[in-house]
T-cell receptor
Framework: DAKTTQPPSMDCAEGRAANLPCNHSTISGNEYVYWYRQIHSQGPQYIIHGLKNNETNEMASLIITEDRKSSTLILPHATLRDTAVYYC???????????FGEGTQLTVNP | ETGVTQTPRHLVMGMTNKKSLKCEQH?????MYWYKQSAKKPLELMFV???????ENNSVPSRFSPECPNSSHLFLHLHTLQPEDSALYLC???????????FGPGTRLLVL
């Protein structure tokens, strides 16, 4: 199984940056790091993905270490609507199977 | 987001009923997926369709029968389900089976 390790829960104050870590120490060279989030009882929402370089889009930034063994998802200015379970997933795009783990429950507090 | 829609959003059915879940994607994608998410469990992939052909069946019981009439529509036909089949059923689509998947809102199913 393609495993990642994430803290089960994190808290963040509204308006502050939320930094969500993910460990993927056994990642192989052709596996991407994908991030999704799931707000309670809704479908998962794609956030961002990357292979080696740091990536940024309108939702978040993804920082991948040079050795690719870990990454951090950054929500620059967290809002209450960012409260969700965040999933870090290793994915080799030659296969269609996205394997979701337990994720990190991020709670943004007012 | 309305790229991937699912109907109904909620469904209650008895064990002897037959019902169908519908998924429609408006993204011009060629691959579609069914996932199951039981309470307090990770998402589990059920079926994959790529260009209308089923390419993966993750050992799903035959009481779940998928149908993909075209690249925009995916159905999950349900019959003689068990209470343990109660879950959130999620549909996703992607440009092809190697690209980023986008999910619908899900159908919350309760089997009595």
């Amino acid at each position: 199984d393609a495993k990642t390790t994430q803290p089960p829960s994190m808290d963040c104050a509204e308006g502050r940056a939320a930094n969500l870590p993910c460990n993927h120490s056994t990642i192989s060279g052709n596996e991407y790091v994908y991030w999704y989030r799931q707000i309670h009882s809704q479908g998962p929402q794609y956030i961002i993905h990357g292979l080696k370089n740091n990536e940024t889009n309108e939702m978040a930034s993804l920082i991948i270490t040079e050795d690719r063994k870990s990454s951090t998802l950054i929500l620059p200015h967290a809002t209450l609507r960012d409260t969700a379970v965040y999933y870090c997933i290793r994915w080799e795009t030659s296969g269609s199977r996205l394997t979701f783990g337990e994720g990190t429950q991020l709670t943004v507090n007012p | 987001e309305t790229g991937v829609t699912q109907t109904p959003r909620h469904l209650v059915m008895g064990m002897t009923n037959k019902k169908s879940l519908k998924c429609e994607q408006h993204l011009g994608h060629n691959a579609m997926y069914w996932y199951k998410q039981s309470a307090k469990k990770p998402l589990e992939l059920m079926f994959v369709y790529n260009f209308k052909e089923q390419t993966e069946n993750n050992s799903v019981p035959s009481r779940f029968s998928p149908e993909c009439p075209n690249s925009s529509h995916l159905f999950l036909h349900l019959h003689t389900l068990q209470p343990e089949d109660s879950a959130l059923y999620l549909c996703a689509s992607s440009q092809d089976a190697t690209e980023t998947q986008y999910f619908g809102p899900g159908t919350r199913l309760l089997v009595l």
